[in-house]
């Protein structure tokens, strides 16, 4: 399973977090499916700095949406005739964390995890 997440400024205190959750499954050396699914929402955030509203639109955002992709991704392989796949929560802030200690040359303007 690999997530990322982008957050955009629509116009301020607006704010759109994108979160990207792709999963392939396979058997052997066989691509059984892949499921990718950009899960989107807009939030109204304003009174922080660039440091905490950084985390926040990296942390906080991406946990409201995850639920909902998840139950996408859950129903899509269920329609495509395979067992049901439910993923297991994520640690948004352990992920922030683990990118937060990498150094500056690796990081990108995406939050990849």
Request: aromatic share 6%; hydrophobic share 45%.
């Given at each position: 399973m690999d997530i990322s997440n982008?957050?955009?400024?629509?116009?301020?205190p607006y704010y759109e977090v994108v979160l990207t959750v792709t999963v392939t499954v396979t058997f052997e050396d066989t691509t059984v499916y892949l499921v990718e699914v950009k899960q989107a929402g807009i939030f109204?955030?304003?009174?922080?700095?660039?440091?905490?509203?950084?985390?926040?639109?990296?942390?906080?955002?991406p946990n409201i949406l995850f639920p909902f992709a998840r139950e996408l991704i859950?129903?899509?392989?269920t329609r495509g005739g395979f067992p049901q796949l439910l993923l297991a929560p994520?640690?948004?802030?352990?992920?922030?964390?683990?990118?937060a200690q990498q150094p500056e040359s690796e990081e990108e303007q995406t939050t990849k995890h």
């Open positions: 982008e957050a955009l400024v629509l116009e301020a109204h955030i304003e009174g922080l700095d660039e440091e905490i509203l950084g985390r926040v639109t990296a942390t906080s955002c859950s129903d899509l392989v994520v640690n948004f802030e352990a992920l922030y964390q683990e990118q």
